[in-house]
């Protein structure tokens, strides 16, 4: 993929840009906001001002923080066993427990699971055993993985590379090799001028099948997506897409994958994304909910004839040569076997259904809004994008300003926000009750007025 080279960054931009390197002397000079305890949907800053945390972190803590369960269930597994590893037919009782429970749970028939530390790992394995599997069959050439544009499926060299969002691509010489990416199914923003939401799905599904064709079905190895993509922009799928991409996928002998790091266990209002859009996985990638990132995990379940193609091919090499040091790691496991107890105990599943609707419900409020272009979402994800103008669609002369404004006034609010560019992310923990989802839009609305009183200002708006 070639993409230009941004601009250079502003300080705050670096600042934004910078997130994953932090001076424990600078902090305060580099701006940093310091978060030093949370409960339920709230944090708190290192001068106690509350925040929802409207991001559950990272698109992640499902049951919310400060879950004593949590803390409970890893203290009890660190006094009895801290660690081991998984390796030379090693294993330990949480785990076990935990791989039964996600073949249980999972929407359809899986073989195995591998355990990793995060959803990059877990793709990363996944590309790994994609290839392994074709050597394995003897079709040394079918190596070739489709993603797609905004696409998000890790930071690692090779989920990084499937990763289809080009500033995370520059300079660090990604994509690698046999990586390619279709085109992103946002009809909002990319569907052509009178082009039906129907039309824009069937001439994403016919371009889809044209890349295989050109590129060789025999070297497409697979298509990995997300059922909803969440940090490229919160993107639903329009009606009919996943369907028709898989019916090419079976047609031409492409694995399936469905990279539900961030929307599995409920965040779609339904366990697994892939029951609500009709996605049969050959494997499926899970990490953030599954312990509510209280400790890292990530894990891929995949399908009995993979398995079985990669025991072979390891039993007559000998090995199977890959591995992590703490895969399987029993706290990690202790805490997800816990953290799935709650989601299931607490109807955390069906809240999400539920809490989503008022949230959706109450962002339509802000439609005719200024500033606002679209929203969307599906279960408690959502996201509101803005324009420049309404009727054309029009983005800002910069791109992304008026979003990290937003993100800015939000913390004045007390409101923890994703800005991706000029569109605004909200996935609070499935806990968040109804009337905490009234609190978030209430601090949304004055968040919003703030904002557009900044872009008609600085002269923003047409």
């Known amino acids: 993929m070639n993409v230009e080279r941004p601009n250079s960054p502003g300080a705050r931009d670096a600042q934004q840009i910078l997130h994953s390197f932090t001076n424990c002397r600078t902090l305060e000079s580099d701006g940093a906001l310091v978060i030093e305890r949370g409960k339920g949907i709230y944090v708190y800053d290192d001068a106690g001002k509350e925040y929802i945390e409207a991001l559950a972190g990272l698109w992640s ?22 660690y081991y590893h998984t390796f030379a037919q090693k294993s330990n009782n949480p785990m076990v427990e935990l791989s039964d429970r996600l073949l249980r749970l999972a929407p359809r028939p899986f073989s195995r699971v591998f355990f990793t530390n995060s959803g990059s790992e877990a793709n990363d394995t996944v590309l790994k055993l994609v290839w392994y599997y074709n050597n394995a069959r003897g079709r040394p050439e079918k190596k070739k993985i489709i993603s797609r544009l905004n696409a ?188 799935l107890s709650i989601i299931e105990e607490k109807g955390l599943v069906e809240n999400a259904a539920k809490s989503g609707r008022r949230l959706l419900a109450g962002l339509q409020r802000f439609a005719d809004h200024p500033l606002v272009g679209e929203i969307r979402g599906v279960g408690l994800i959502a996201a509101v994008e803005f324009v420049r103008d309404k009727q054309s669609k029009a983005e800002f002369e910069k791109k992304g300003a008026i979003g990290l404004k937003f993100f800015e006034f939000g913390h004045n609010h007390g409101l923890i926000v994703r800005n991706i560019f000029d569109s605004i992310a909200l996935c609070p923990p499935l806990i968040i009750s109804e009337a905490e989802v009234d609190e978030l839009l209430a601090r949304f609305e004055r968040t919003l007025e703030d904002t557009h009183a900044f872009a008609r200002a600085n002269g923003h708006m047409d």
């Open 152 to 339: 998000y499926h890790g930071s690692t060299i090779g989920s990084g590379s499937m990763t289809g969002i080009p500033r995370n691509h520059v300079d660090f010489d990604l994509p690698i090799a046999n990586i390619l990416h279709a085109a992103c199914p946002h009809h909002y923003r990319f569907g052509l001028d009178g082009e039906s939401e129907a039309a824009f799905t069937e001439r994403l599904i016919d371009e889809f099948e044209r890349m295989v064709i050109d590129e060789g079905p025999e070297t497409v190895a697979a298509f990995i997506g997300e059922p909803v993509m969440a940090s490229g922009g919160v993107f639903v799928p329009p009606e009919g897409y996943w369907p028709g991409i898989q019916s090419v996928c079976r047609k031409y002998d492409i694995l399936v994958i469905a990279d539900e790091v961030i929307t599995g266990f409920g965040r779609t209002g339904i366990m697994f994304a892939s029951e609500l859009f009709g996605i049969e996985p050959d494997i499926l990638v899970v990490s953030k909910q599954l312990t509510s990132s209280y400790i890292p995990m990530g894990a891929l379940m995949i399908s009995d004839e993979l398995y079985q193609g990669i025991a072979d091919n390891s039993a007559e090499i000998g090995v199977l040569a890959h591995g992590i040091t703490t895969s399987g790691h029993p706290v990690a496991a202790a805490v997800a076997n816990e953290c």
């Open 61 to 82: 803590v499902a049951v919310g923080f400060g879950e004593k369960r949590l803390v409970d269930a890893a203290t009890a597994q660190l006094n009895k066993l801290p």
